[in-house]
Every structure is written in C-alpha cells, then in structure tokens.
C-alpha cells in the first residue's frame, strides 16, 4: 500500500482529459508526492489504462480513484475507493461496492485497498448531481459529517472535495476537527501558490486537478508552495 500519510501535495488527472507527453512529464517529474488518476464522466477502461501506462514512465506514485466498474485497470500502486457520505441518493453509499465485490471481489489484494470518506462540498460540482449530494449547511454539520465517516464508518481517509470551485477555509478547517487523526485530502479550485499554501496549512494533503489543463505553469507553482 502507499504511505499516503508522507503526502503534501497530489496532482489529479482526467483519463477523459488530454494532456501531451511533455505536459505530463512536467507534472510527473514536479516533486509532487503521488498522482491521483480518476474523474466523473467520460472515464473507461481505454482511457485509464492508456493515461496509466504513461505514467509509469516515471517514478512517482500512482494510484486510482475508482469511479466506474468499467475503469478498474490493474496495475497502480494503490486503489481509493470512495463512499460519497453525503450521497442525497442512497444508490451511491454502498450499492456500487456490492457491485464491485461480487464482481472483483475474488481478485482484490487488500492491501492496496484505501478507502475514503468522501464530502462533496460544490453542489454545483458534476459529482455532486450524480450522487445528489445533500448540501452542508455549516462549518458544525461539516464537522459531523467528518465524525461519521472516522468515528462511526471508521475511515482512514476523509476527502473534502469542492470540485472545480476554491473551498472555504472554515469548512475544511471543521472537518480537520472532525477528522481527528484521519488523514484529510482537500481539492478543488487550487489555482495559485497562495491557495495551496492556505489550503495546505489545514489538509494533510491536497489535490491540484483541473489547473493542470487551463494553466501548467500554475498548476505546477503548487508543488514548491506546500513543500518548498
């Protein structure tokens, strides 16, 4: 299994995104402590094996976010598995995982399982309409929310994810209460030093996603900003 818990700072890749060879060995090469393959929409097993096997031309670790069935493809260094805890629709907190394991379960190693905690704080974000996320309505029911996915589920991993829009410190910071000492991913919105740093003095780790194809040069102006 990876040792996530050494992370600072984490890039996200888009299998149904494009990135040239030079683009990803830039952010292969960043200094970033691991890469998070996964998205939403458009992601197959084409896509992920085609963006995976790019990566393994360099070091950096590598592990996937598994989002589909259809895109489990062998070969990261780990596998995150989310249960979205504040999923509106029930069909996305545990009913994808039966599915899973009735279908891959013989074929796990467990060890590179990790699972997460997943609160999806943008209900504009893409993630949020697919799972009908219920909107968290202050920093004390974010706090909650964290609680539950660490004392009650037992995770090790509580995953703040904004999605495309710069969080709020206030909430990240009552799940960094709630979390305790789960380790806390945050992402969304990071496109500047400033917001990495601000988001980084909170979370354990962040994840810097959708920059990477809008602005390169910022995306990787992150890494040296949480780790310089």
């Known amino acids: 299994m990876i040792d996530y818990r050494g992370w600072r700072h984490t890039f996200k890749l888009d299998p ?9 060995e830039a952010i292969c090469e960043s200094g970033t402590d691991g890469i998070i393959v996964g998205g939403t929409y458009g992601v197959t097993f084409d896509n992920t094996l085609e963006l995976m096997s790019r990566i393994r031309r360099y070091a950096v670790p590598a592990v996937l976010e598994i989002s589909s069935l259809d895109a489990v493809v062998p070969g990261f260094d780990s596998y995150l598995i989310p249960l979205v805890i504040n999923a509106g629709d029930p069909e996305w907190i545990f ?6 394991l009735k279908t891959y379960g013989s074929y796990i190693h467990w060890d590179d399982i990790i699972t997460e905690g997943y609160l999806i704080a943008n209900p504009d974000a893409g993630v949020a309409q697919l799972t009908k996320a219920r909107s968290i309505e202050s920093a004390a029911e974010a706090k909650a929310y964290a609680q539950v996915a660490t004392k009650i589920c037992r995770l090790p991993i509580v995953y703040v994810e904004y999605s495309g829009a710069y969080g709020d410190p206030a909430i990240v910071r009552a799940c960094r209460a709630g979390a305790d000492e789960a380790h806390l991913f945050y992402g969304g919105g990071i496109r500047t030093p400033e917001q990495a740093a601000e988001m980084a003095a909170i979370a354990d780790t962040i994840v810097v996603g959708n920059v ?10 992150t890494v040296a900003a949480v780790k310089g």
Do not use: R
């Open 95 to 100: 009913t994808p995982h039966v599915s899973g």
């Open 212 to 221: 990477i194809y809008d602005d390169l040069q910022a995306a990787l102006s």
């Open 16 to 24: 149904d995104k494009s990135i040239d060879d030079e683009a990803l």
